[in-house]
Nanobody
Framework: VQLVESGGGLVQPGGSLRLSCAAS????????MKWYRQAPGKERELAAA????????KYVDSVKGRFTISRDNAKNTVYLQMNSLKPEDTAVYYC???????????WGQGTQVTVSS
């Protein structure tokens, strides 16, 4: 099983980034996919999630209206479009795969997002 994140980097406040997470080794379409983030000195938090099947989405309040999670089951990939980025969005972003209501079964290695002028 592999989850490989990409798309992180340094961006100015107000800018945008699109994270991708390519999955392999399991039945991607059957798993809920989630993006977590962990800022320095803080606990990991769930930023966004998308279910399998009808693709229900949910977001932490701090990113609602700015981040959009989506998935392409044909490409075994989940995305996180991040707009209007703020310095407080700076974190390592991890993707996870697993049940909708539980912690992920599988984790990626993380990608750094830094929002700074």
């Amino acid at each position: 099983v592999q989850l490989v994140e990409s798309g992180g980097g340094l961006v100015q406040p107000g800018g945008s980034l699109r994270l991708s997470c390519a999955a392999s080794g399991f039945t991607f379409s059957s798993y809920a996919m989630k993006w977590y983030r962990q800022a320095p000195g803080k606990e990991r938090e769930l930023a966004a999630a998308i279910s399998s099947g009808v693709a229900i989405t949910k977001y932490v309040d701090s990113v609602k209206g700015r981040f959009t999670i989506s998935r392409d089951n044909a490409k075994n990939t989940v995305y996180l479009q991040m707009n209007s980025l703020k310095p407080e969005d700076t974190a390592v972003y991890y993707c996870g795969a697993g049940p909708w209501r539980l912690d992920p079964t599988y984790w990626g290695q993380g990608t750094q997002v830094t929002v700074s002028s």
